[in-house]
Protein backbone atom coordinates (compact mmCIF):
# COMPACT_ATOMS: atom_id res chain seq x y z
CA UNK A 1 0.00 0.00 0.00
CA UNK A 2 2.88 2.70 1.06
CA UNK A 3 4.69 1.79 -2.55
CA UNK A 4 1.17 2.67 -4.02
CA UNK A 5 1.36 5.59 -2.53
CA UNK A 6 4.77 6.40 -2.79
CA UNK A 7 3.97 6.14 -6.80
CA UNK A 8 0.21 7.86 -7.29
CA UNK A 9 -0.35 10.11 -4.53
CA UNK A 10 1.17 11.30 -0.97
CA UNK A 11 0.41 10.71 2.51
CA UNK A 12 -0.89 14.33 2.67
CA UNK A 13 -3.18 13.42 -0.12
CA UNK A 14 -4.48 10.20 1.50
CA UNK A 15 -5.44 11.91 4.83
CA UNK A 16 -6.86 14.99 3.18
CA UNK A 17 -9.07 12.26 1.14
CA UNK A 18 -9.72 10.80 4.64
CA UNK A 19 -10.74 13.87 6.39
CA UNK A 20 -13.07 15.37 2.87
CA UNK A 21 -14.97 11.87 3.17
CA UNK A 22 -15.60 12.90 7.06
CA UNK A 23 -16.51 16.38 6.58
CA UNK A 24 -18.88 15.24 3.52
CA UNK A 25 -20.55 12.82 6.11
CA UNK A 26 -20.89 15.44 8.61
CA UNK A 27 -22.69 17.77 6.10
CA UNK A 28 -24.92 15.28 4.89
CA UNK A 29 -26.01 14.03 8.44
CA UNK A 30 -26.49 17.45 9.47
CA UNK A 31 -28.69 18.11 6.29
CA UNK A 32 -30.77 15.39 7.21
CA UNK A 33 -31.28 16.22 10.96
CA UNK A 34 -32.23 19.75 10.00
CA UNK A 35 -34.71 17.80 7.58
CA UNK A 36 -35.66 15.56 10.36
CA UNK A 37 -36.06 18.51 13.01
CA UNK A 38 -38.06 20.11 10.44
CA UNK A 39 -40.29 17.25 8.79
CA UNK A 40 -40.85 14.80 11.17
CA UNK A 41 -40.04 15.69 14.90
CA UNK A 42 -40.91 12.27 15.94
CA UNK A 43 -37.36 10.62 13.89
CA UNK A 44 -34.07 10.57 16.28
CA UNK A 45 -31.46 11.36 14.06
CA UNK A 46 -28.48 12.64 16.52
CA UNK A 47 -26.84 15.93 14.70
CA UNK A 48 -23.25 15.47 14.26
CA UNK A 49 -20.91 17.69 16.28
CA UNK A 50 -18.61 17.57 14.18
CA UNK A 51 -20.31 20.08 12.60
CA UNK A 52 -19.30 22.65 14.90
CA UNK A 53 -15.59 22.40 13.45
CA UNK A 54 -17.46 25.14 11.00
CA UNK A 55 -17.85 27.93 13.61
CA UNK A 56 -14.49 29.12 14.60
CA UNK A 57 -15.89 33.07 15.83
CA UNK A 58 -18.16 30.77 18.17
CA UNK A 59 -14.98 29.02 19.26
CA UNK A 60 -13.12 32.05 19.64
CA UNK A 61 -15.85 33.03 22.09
CA UNK A 62 -15.75 29.71 23.84
CA UNK A 63 -12.30 30.20 24.44
CA UNK A 64 -12.80 33.40 26.11
CA UNK A 65 -15.14 32.29 28.53
CA UNK A 66 -13.81 28.98 29.44
CA UNK A 67 -10.14 31.05 30.11
CA UNK A 68 -12.21 33.71 32.12
CA UNK A 69 -15.09 32.05 33.92
CA UNK A 70 -13.77 27.94 33.49
CA UNK A 71 -16.87 26.38 32.28
CA UNK A 72 -16.22 24.45 28.88
CA UNK A 73 -18.87 25.62 25.98
CA UNK A 74 -21.90 23.88 26.87
CA UNK A 75 -23.50 24.95 23.12
CA UNK A 76 -20.96 23.92 20.71
CA UNK A 77 -18.04 22.14 22.41
CA UNK A 78 -17.02 20.09 19.83
CA UNK A 79 -16.07 23.57 17.66
CA UNK A 80 -13.94 24.42 20.99
CA UNK A 81 -12.60 21.15 20.99
CA UNK A 82 -11.50 21.08 17.30
CA UNK A 83 -10.31 25.12 17.63
CA UNK A 84 -7.66 23.74 20.65
CA UNK A 85 -6.26 20.68 18.75
CA UNK A 86 -5.83 22.95 15.44
CA UNK A 87 -3.73 25.60 18.08
CA UNK A 88 -1.92 22.75 19.39
CA UNK A 89 -0.81 21.00 16.73
CA UNK A 90 0.40 24.34 14.89
CA UNK A 91 2.01 24.40 18.62
CA UNK A 92 4.30 21.59 17.68
CA UNK A 93 3.44 21.08 13.53
CA UNK A 94 3.82 23.68 12.21
CA UNK A 95 0.35 24.91 10.05
CA UNK A 96 -0.11 21.16 9.05
CA UNK A 97 -4.22 21.23 9.89
CA UNK A 98 -4.41 24.09 7.02
CA UNK A 99 -2.80 21.54 4.84
CA UNK A 100 -3.49 18.02 5.44
CA UNK A 101 -6.57 18.30 7.48
CA UNK A 102 -8.76 21.74 6.81
CA UNK A 103 -11.44 20.58 3.81
CA UNK A 104 -11.24 24.62 2.57
CA UNK A 105 -7.65 23.88 2.36
CA UNK A 106 -8.41 20.72 0.03
CA UNK A 107 -10.98 22.51 -1.97
CA UNK A 108 -9.01 25.62 -2.19
CA UNK A 109 -5.60 23.03 -3.76
CA UNK A 110 -8.00 21.46 -6.07
CA UNK A 111 -8.69 24.40 -6.97
CA UNK A 112 -5.33 25.19 -8.21
CA UNK A 113 -4.63 22.25 -9.60
CA UNK A 114 -7.45 22.84 -11.96
CA UNK A 115 -6.09 26.60 -13.30
CA UNK A 116 -2.71 24.80 -13.32
CA UNK A 117 -4.45 21.81 -16.20
CA UNK A 118 -6.54 24.69 -17.99
CA UNK A 119 -3.43 27.60 -18.17
CA UNK A 120 -0.24 24.97 -17.60
CA UNK A 121 0.24 27.35 -14.33
CA UNK A 122 -0.79 29.39 -11.81
CA UNK A 123 -0.62 33.10 -11.90
CA UNK A 124 1.23 34.96 -9.36
CA UNK A 125 0.07 38.66 -8.04
CA UNK A 126 3.41 40.87 -7.85
CA UNK A 127 5.63 40.23 -4.79
CA UNK A 128 4.23 44.17 -3.50
CA UNK A 129 0.92 43.24 -3.86
CA UNK A 130 1.63 39.99 -2.44
CA UNK A 131 2.66 41.27 0.72
CA UNK A 132 0.16 43.52 1.53
CA UNK A 133 -2.50 41.36 0.71
CA UNK A 134 -1.31 38.80 3.35
CA UNK A 135 -1.92 41.18 5.90
CA UNK A 136 -5.66 41.12 5.05
CA UNK A 137 -6.15 37.90 7.25
CA UNK A 138 -3.93 39.19 9.92
CA UNK A 139 -6.27 42.47 9.65
CA UNK A 140 -9.64 40.46 9.98
CA UNK A 141 -7.73 38.06 12.85
CA UNK A 142 -7.23 40.87 14.73
CA UNK A 143 -10.22 42.65 14.45
CA UNK A 144 -12.52 39.38 16.09
CA UNK A 145 -9.63 38.81 18.83
CA UNK A 146 -10.10 42.91 19.70
CA UNK A 147 -13.43 42.49 19.75
CA UNK A 148 -14.09 39.27 21.23
CA UNK A 149 -10.50 39.44 24.19
CA UNK A 150 -10.66 42.97 24.99
CA UNK A 151 -14.15 43.90 23.75
CA UNK A 152 -16.18 41.22 26.09
CA UNK A 153 -15.93 40.38 29.51
CA UNK A 154 -15.92 36.75 30.48
CA UNK A 155 -19.07 37.05 31.75
CA UNK A 156 -20.71 38.82 28.15
CA UNK A 157 -18.65 35.89 26.33
CA UNK A 158 -20.68 33.02 28.39
CA UNK A 159 -23.96 35.01 27.62
CA UNK A 160 -23.56 35.03 23.91
CA UNK A 161 -23.16 31.66 23.86
CA UNK A 162 -26.37 30.84 25.10
CA UNK A 163 -28.26 33.54 22.81
CA UNK A 164 -30.79 31.87 20.48
CA UNK A 165 -28.75 33.58 17.60
CA UNK A 166 -25.28 31.26 18.72
CA UNK A 167 -27.42 28.71 19.42
CA UNK A 168 -28.48 27.48 15.61
CA UNK A 169 -25.61 29.50 14.19
CA UNK A 170 -24.83 26.44 12.66
CA UNK A 171 -28.00 26.00 11.43
CA UNK A 172 -27.89 29.69 9.84
CA UNK A 173 -24.61 28.92 8.22
CA UNK A 174 -26.36 25.95 6.49
CA UNK A 175 -29.25 28.15 5.14
CA UNK A 176 -26.84 30.61 4.49
CA UNK A 177 -25.36 27.93 1.62
CA UNK A 178 -28.60 26.67 0.87
CA UNK A 179 -30.40 29.68 -0.39
CA UNK A 180 -27.44 32.11 -1.64
CA UNK A 181 -28.56 35.13 -2.59
CA UNK A 182 -27.14 36.70 -5.78
CA UNK A 183 -24.42 38.70 -4.12
CA UNK A 184 -23.29 35.32 -1.88
CA UNK A 185 -23.41 33.79 -5.17
CA UNK A 186 -20.99 36.47 -6.67
CA UNK A 187 -18.75 36.31 -3.55
CA UNK A 188 -18.02 32.43 -3.86
CA UNK A 189 -18.29 32.28 -7.84
CA UNK A 190 -15.30 35.07 -7.39
CA UNK A 191 -13.32 33.56 -4.81
CA UNK A 192 -13.22 30.32 -6.80
CA UNK A 193 -11.87 32.19 -10.26
CA UNK A 194 -9.15 33.63 -8.03
CA UNK A 195 -8.29 30.39 -6.27
CA UNK A 196 -7.94 28.94 -9.73
CA UNK A 197 -6.03 31.31 -11.01
CA UNK A 198 -4.10 31.99 -7.59
CA UNK A 199 -2.72 28.99 -6.24
CA UNK A 200 -4.25 29.22 -2.00
CA UNK A 201 -5.94 32.26 -2.14
CA UNK A 202 -8.10 32.13 0.36
CA UNK A 203 -6.14 30.32 2.78
CA UNK A 204 -2.77 33.04 1.43
CA UNK A 205 -4.35 36.02 1.91
CA UNK A 206 -8.28 36.07 3.64
CA UNK A 207 -8.38 33.23 6.15
CA UNK A 208 -8.02 34.55 9.63
CA UNK A 209 -8.01 30.78 11.14
CA UNK A 210 -4.81 30.73 9.05
CA UNK A 211 -3.58 33.58 9.95
CA UNK A 212 -4.02 32.37 13.85
CA UNK A 213 -2.44 29.14 13.47
CA UNK A 214 0.38 30.41 11.57
CA UNK A 215 1.37 32.56 14.52
CA UNK A 216 1.04 29.79 16.97
CA UNK A 217 3.78 27.64 14.72
CA UNK A 218 6.27 30.04 14.69
CA UNK A 219 6.92 28.92 18.45
CA UNK A 220 6.50 25.26 16.43
CA UNK A 221 9.82 22.99 17.35
CA UNK A 222 9.19 21.02 14.33
CA UNK A 223 10.05 23.05 10.77
CA UNK A 224 11.63 21.97 7.63
CA UNK A 225 15.12 22.51 8.39
CA UNK A 226 17.74 22.14 5.12
CA UNK A 227 21.05 20.57 5.58
CA UNK A 228 23.33 23.16 4.18
CA UNK A 229 26.36 20.71 3.71
CA UNK A 230 24.27 18.07 1.34
CA UNK A 231 22.26 20.76 -0.45
CA UNK A 232 23.24 20.74 -4.39
CA UNK A 233 20.99 24.08 -4.61
CA UNK A 234 18.78 22.90 -7.56
CA UNK A 235 15.72 24.80 -6.43
CA UNK A 236 13.52 21.88 -6.43
CA UNK A 237 12.11 22.58 -3.27
CA UNK A 238 11.23 26.34 -3.65
CA UNK A 239 9.53 25.44 -7.33
CA UNK A 240 7.21 22.75 -5.06
CA UNK A 241 6.24 25.64 -2.12
CA UNK A 242 2.76 26.51 -2.54
CA UNK A 243 3.53 29.12 -0.34
CA UNK A 244 6.67 30.72 -2.33
CA UNK A 245 8.40 30.58 0.28
CA UNK A 246 12.60 30.41 -0.40
CA UNK A 247 13.42 27.02 0.96
CA UNK A 248 16.58 26.76 -1.11
CA UNK A 249 17.65 29.21 0.87
CA UNK A 250 16.29 29.02 4.26
CA UNK A 251 18.46 26.62 6.85
CA UNK A 252 15.13 26.58 9.13
CA UNK A 253 12.06 27.82 7.40
CA UNK A 254 10.30 30.15 10.15
CA UNK A 255 7.78 32.05 8.21
CA UNK A 256 3.99 31.58 9.53
CA UNK A 257 3.01 31.12 5.39
CA UNK A 258 4.51 27.44 5.85
CA UNK A 259 1.58 24.89 6.22
CA UNK A 260 3.73 22.42 6.18
CA UNK A 261 2.55 20.28 3.49
CA UNK A 262 6.40 19.18 3.09
CA UNK A 263 5.78 18.93 -0.43
CA UNK A 264 9.38 20.42 -0.66
CA UNK A 265 11.10 17.52 1.39
CA UNK A 266 9.76 14.97 -0.94
CA UNK A 267 10.70 16.85 -3.73
CA UNK A 268 14.47 17.34 -2.35
CA UNK A 269 15.80 14.76 -4.20
CA UNK A 270 18.94 14.11 -2.22
CA UNK A 271 18.06 12.05 0.88
CA UNK A 272 17.54 13.64 4.14
CA UNK A 273 19.03 16.79 2.59
CA UNK A 274 15.36 18.54 3.58
CA UNK A 275 14.09 17.33 6.75
CA UNK A 276 10.89 18.30 9.01
CA UNK A 277 12.53 18.39 12.61
CA UNK A 278 13.02 19.92 15.12
CA UNK A 279 16.51 21.93 16.29
CA UNK A 280 19.60 19.76 17.84
CA UNK A 281 17.52 16.52 17.37
CA UNK A 282 18.80 13.10 15.74
CA UNK A 283 15.50 12.23 14.41
CA UNK A 284 13.27 13.93 11.63
CA UNK A 285 9.39 13.03 10.88
CA UNK A 286 8.66 11.57 7.65
CA UNK A 287 5.83 12.50 5.56
CA UNK A 288 4.10 9.16 6.86
CA UNK A 289 4.60 9.23 9.89
CA UNK A 290 3.49 13.18 10.24
CA UNK A 291 0.41 11.08 8.49
CA UNK A 292 0.02 8.64 11.46
CA UNK A 293 0.38 11.39 14.01
CA UNK A 294 -2.08 13.92 13.08
CA UNK A 295 -4.70 11.14 12.38
CA UNK A 296 -4.16 9.38 15.57
CA UNK A 297 -4.55 13.05 17.29
CA UNK A 298 -7.47 13.79 15.70
CA UNK A 299 -9.14 10.60 16.92
CA UNK A 300 -8.28 10.19 20.20
CA UNK A 301 -8.91 13.99 21.02
CA UNK A 302 -12.23 13.43 19.40
CA UNK A 303 -12.49 10.06 21.29
CA UNK A 304 -11.36 11.79 24.75
CA UNK A 305 -14.16 14.62 24.64
CA UNK A 306 -16.96 12.13 24.06
CA UNK A 307 -15.79 9.95 26.77
CA UNK A 308 -15.49 13.13 28.95
CA UNK A 309 -18.60 14.94 27.77
CA UNK A 310 -16.96 17.73 26.06
CA UNK A 311 -18.43 16.82 22.54
CA UNK A 312 -21.87 16.94 22.74
CA UNK A 313 -23.81 20.26 22.44
CA UNK A 314 -26.27 20.63 26.07
CA UNK A 315 -28.93 21.93 24.16
CA UNK A 316 -32.31 19.59 24.46
CA UNK A 317 -33.94 18.69 20.99
CA UNK A 318 -37.03 21.18 22.14
CA UNK A 319 -34.72 24.33 22.33
CA UNK A 320 -33.66 23.67 18.27
CA UNK A 321 -37.58 22.68 17.47
CA UNK A 322 -38.71 26.51 19.37
CA UNK A 323 -35.85 27.98 17.61
CA UNK A 324 -35.69 26.71 13.96
CA UNK A 325 -38.78 28.71 12.89
CA UNK A 326 -37.58 31.79 14.10
CA UNK A 327 -34.27 31.72 11.83
S1 LIG B 1 6.61 23.31 0.52
FE1 LIG B 1 7.85 23.22 2.37
S2 LIG B 1 8.24 25.35 2.94
FE2 LIG B 1 6.55 25.35 1.48
S3 LIG B 1 4.70 25.29 2.74
FE3 LIG B 1 5.18 23.17 2.24
S4 LIG B 1 6.46 22.49 3.96
FE4 LIG B 1 6.43 24.73 4.07
S1 LIG C 1 15.51 20.44 -3.15
FE1 LIG C 1 17.01 19.72 -1.65
S2 LIG C 1 18.96 19.76 -2.75
FE2 LIG C 1 17.54 20.99 -3.98
S3 LIG C 1 17.84 23.11 -3.25
FE3 LIG C 1 16.18 22.26 -2.01
S4 LIG C 1 17.19 21.42 -0.19
FE4 LIG C 1 18.79 21.75 -1.73
Known sequence: MFKFMRKHASFRHVVQFLFAIIVMYIGVTFVLFLNQLVNNPSASLSRPAGVEAFLPISALVGLKAWLSTGKFDPVHPAGLVIFLLAIIVSLFFKRTFCSWICPIGTLSEGLARIGEKVFGRNFAVPKWLDYLLRSLKYLILFFFVIVIFLGMSG?????????????VSDIKMLRFFQHLSIFGIAVIGLLIILSVLYENFWC??????????????????????????????????????????????????????CTGCLNCVQQCPVKETLTFK??????????????????????????????????ETSMAMEMYRALIPMN
Open 155 to 167: VEAAAFLQTPYNM
Open 278 to 311: APKMPWFLSPKIVAIVLVFAWFITVLMAKLTGHW
Open 204 to 257: RYLCPYGGLLGLFSLLSPFKVTRNQATCIQCGQCTKSCPNHILVERAERVWSPE
